[in-house]
């Protein structure tokens, strides 16, 4: 899951470089930065990487060596299980903070006998502006089906690539509905929960300490209010049944938006077993531009299950088998089922 609001505190780690064009000295910050803060650390062989990273910048010399150096300790990163990490260019976060990258919008029906539908896209953009106004788009499209009595809804979460957590539950928050939705679990002991309150997404961080002059000072909650929809809307049926479908293509923050969902009794999820990238990225701004998104801490849902390989929905149907959509088809039939 990548968010919009970077820990800047810890990304001038590599931007207050002295020398941002000695390839050691980015190296020895690089390994500083995933060292201490990746999920998977403790299963890298550090000393090996110490000595090779360097070699291995010196025989690429005709490449930019910034970039094989964190695409050889991604390499490493996968070896030991983390297929999230990645690595986002200069370029692609630039245009990231000017709009959303992903053309695929939001969109809805209603599918008869008091069932709405919407389907919902990965957002992959840090503009303010963009997100409230995709989160915003969402709530619209839940209102204008809401205003026949609606006893189920299906949120179609399949082929989500993720990008963006926080616009996809802040426009759902009226089929969510308030308080807290999941958390993400750092190996320090460090908690990150999401939750919604009146049309905004709250994030905070706990269990946070301080180690001063050798003795661990525990922080207050960090909580700052991110995506926000200005009038916020409230379904008029609290009780409706929510199919969520989901597929092997779902991925990331899709992921995360599924899991704010479980936990709900009136929810239950179809399709396939997700993509399993269920690690919560944070974002660390490298020298020449680029951006580090590196799994920091695992995905757990409001009753702190935690989700270390995907999400394994409530009926299992593999869609590719039959030439109708039987997800769908499975949802339908369970929404109209009697409570």
Not at 300 to 324: E, H
Request: proline share 2%; hydrophobic share 40%; with cysteine.
């Amino acid at each position: 899951m990548k968010k919009p609001l970077l820990l800047l505190s810890i990304l001038f780690i590599l931007v207050s470089c002295n020398k941002p064009n000695d390839i050691k000295d980015f190296n020895e910050k690089l390994i500083e930065i995933v060292k201490y803060n990746s999920l998977y650390s403790d299963s890298l062989n550090w000393l090996l990487i110490e000595k090779e990273i360097d070699s291995i910048s010196k025989l690429n010399q005709n490449v930019d060596k910034y970039t094989v150096s964190v695409n050889y300790i991604i390499s490493k990163l996968r070896v030991v299980g983390d297929n999230h990490t990645c690595l986002t260019s200069k370029k692609t976060f630039i245009d990231m903070g000017k709009q959303n990258l992903c053309s695929e919008v939001p969109v809805s029906k209603y599918l008869g006998k008091n069932m709405g539908y919407i389907k919902i896209p990965g957002i992959y953009t840090t503009n303010i502006q963009e997100m409230n106004a995709f989160a915003t788009k969402i709530q619209q499209l839940i209102k204008t089906i809401d205003t026949i009595f609606i006893n189920g809804w299906i949120v179609d979460l399949r082929g989500n690539g993720g990008g963006n957590l926080y616009p996809m539950i802040a426009g759902l928050g009226p089929l969510i509905g308030e308080g807290n939705l999941g958390c993400s679990l750092k190996r320090n002991g460090k908690i990150r929960s999401w939750s919604y309150q009146k049309g905004t997404v709250i994030d905070i961080i706990s269990n946070n300490f301080l180690i001063k002059n050798g003795e661990k000072i525990k922080l207050a909650n960090k909580i700052t209010r991110t995506v926000s929809v200005s009038s916020p809307y409230y379904i008029r049926n609290k009780n409706s049944k929510i199919a969520i479908i989901i597929n092997n293509k779902t991925c990331s923050a899709g992921e995360f938006t599924a899991i704010s969902f479980i936990g709900k009794s009136n929810v239950k999820l179809f399709g396939q077993i997700s993509a399993g990238l269920t690690t919560d990225n944070d974002a660390f701004l490298l020298t020449d531009g680029s951006l580090l998104n590196l799994a920091t801490s695992l995905a757990a849902d409001r009753n702190m299950k935690i989700y270390n390989d995907g999400i394994i929905p409530d009926v299992i149907i593999y869609d590719y088998m039959y030439n109708d959509d039987r997800s769908l088809n499975e949802a339908i039939k369970w929404l109209k089922e009697s409570k």
